[in-house]
């Protein structure tokens, strides 16, 4: 991962520097921008592997940022910001980030939470599980593994990593009673820092982009059941 490059877009200078820092130490090339012009601009010149976004910019909104940057690059937005109720989460993932963190945070969370993000985009791009991997169909659902695209009544459905990976994991454990902490360790691939509420963001999302209310059913206090 130590040739990764990861862009910083906040505001707040010490927080900022924090971040630089610790991630620096682990290896990383890092890029700060404290507005969100720059960090458009930043995001476009330097072609980053990963943003690290806060919401609350001086010029620009961290919405407004995470909509135009995956407008043009599919890229893992990680949003960090001090809204922490559930309706920003959806706000923040509508505008296509993969991951969200609220202020405050413990360092180590935002680390673990970008490894587990690295490691989960390289599983998907291994030759051996993506060139071998047969397509599926269900419902009016269409998956191409190769490709990593999914259609729905023939139209291309825009799916960020982490919706893509929740949905092969379900699939691939249909049928199955699955715990919100199988599923975040799993997926998201951490599960020491990880809140499990985040999972059933991602569900609902998931449910309204494919219209798989039927398929992803809700099993009381325990998860998840896949059923096709």
Known sequence: MQDKKILIVEDD?????????????????????????????????????????DWMLPDISGLDVC????????????MVTAKNLVEDKILGLEAGADDYITKPFDV??????????????????????ADSAEEIS???????????????????????????SLL?????????????DQILDSVWGY????????????VLRLRRKLGLDEQ??????VGYKFII
């Open 191 to 202: 599960s020491y820092f990880g809140n499990t509420r985040t999972v059933d963001i991602h």
């Open 138 to 164: 269900f419902a009016d659902i269409h998956i191409d593994p190769k490709g990593m695209t999914v259609t729905k009544a023939g139209q291309v459905m825009e799916l960020t990593h982490l919706e893509y």
């Open 67 to 78: 909509q135009q940057v995956t407008q043009t690059r599919k890229i893992p937005i990680i």
């Open 168 to 180: 092969m994991y379900f699939y691939q454990n249909c049928n199955q009673v699955l715990t919100r």
């Open 108 to 129: 180590r969370e935002v680390v673990a939470r970008i490894k587990a993000t690295f490691r989960r985009l390289e599983a998907q791009a291994e030759p051996s599980s």
């Open 216 to 221: 992803i059913q809700t099993v009381f206090k």
């Open 13 to 53: 200078q010490p927080i900022a520097e924090l971040l630089a820092y610790r991630l620096g130490k682990e290896g990383f090339t890092v890029l700060t921008a404290a507005t969100g012009s720059k960090g458009l601009e930043l995001a476009q010149a330097e072609q980053p592997d990963l943003l690290l976004l």
